[in-house]
């Protein structure tokens, strides 16, 4: 089944300890993105991939890191945790950018005190 | 500049209603226009696109509307159904860096 999985689904930390959110996406495509949700601001991009090795800051970048060492994987990188990072993330792929159907993973919810 | 502008922030239909929800952008280097749908504790999925070279284009009871003078575009839900209940995002592409601007999402509730 073609999908973009990621984990945790759920995750409280605290504030300043490092954490990681994982993304995969089995359908080979070309161009990943992260997103964050929050009420009245709808999705905002972090970060987007076109391709590995290739990354570069969306709209919100501040305080989060990505890589794209593989083509299937995009992680998502908290290196030191805020409350103002509580939200709602969505990782999502495309076959090559944004004309293309963006297939989303089924979110992660991040609460950071 | 890069903004899209979304209303209502929320929305209640009667079943077999007509919803519509409207978006307004400002920049003209925006040159595909999606909709997607959100079911609660899902991720968004595209439910309908247009390109900006046609005024409107219909997938069901959904439409969407795209007026390129008035810089607008908007999704009618025809014969409104309580499965519909959802939030519905539009959103813009903009080319260069290429990349997918969202709206701040409408959250529709249809009542039977």
């Known amino acids: 089944e073609a999908q973009v999985t990621q984990n945790p689904r759920y995750l409280i930390t605290v504030t300043g300890k490092k954490l990681t959110v994982t993304c995969s996406q089995n359908m080979n495509h070309e161009y990943m993105s992260w997103y964050r949700q929050d009420p009245g601001l709808g999705l905002r991009q972090i970060y987007y991939s076109m391709n590995v090795e290739v990354t570069d800051k969306g709209d919100v970048p501040e305080g989060y890191k990505v890589s794209r060492k593989e083509k299937r994987n995009f992680p998502l990188i908290l290196e030191s945790p805020s409350p103002n990072q509580t939200s709602l993330y969505f990782c999502?792929?495309?076959?090559?950018?944004?004309?293309?159907?963006?297939?989303f993973g089924p979110g992660t919810r991040l609460t950071v005190t | 500049q890069q903004q899209v502008k979304q209303s209502p922030q929320s929305l209640i239909v009667q079943k077999g209603g007509i919803s519509i929800i409207n978006c307004a952008y400002e920049n003209t280097a925006f040159d595909y226009f999606p909709w997607y749908q959100q079911f609660p504790g899902k991720g968004p999925a595209l439910l309908i696109a247009?390109?900006?070279?046609?005024s409107e284009k219909k997938e069901g009871r959904f439409t969407i509307s795209f007026n390129k003078s008035a810089k607008q575009f908007s999704l009618h839900i025809m014969d409104s159904q309580p499965g519909d209940s959802a939030t519905y995002f539009c959103a813009a592409r903009l080319k260069y860096p290429d990349k997918l601007i969202f709206g701040t999402g409408t959250r529709l509730q249809v009542f039977p």
């Open positions: 999502a792929s495309t076959v090559r950018g944004g004309r293309d159907e963006q297939y």
């Open positions: 247009i390109r900006p070279d046609v």
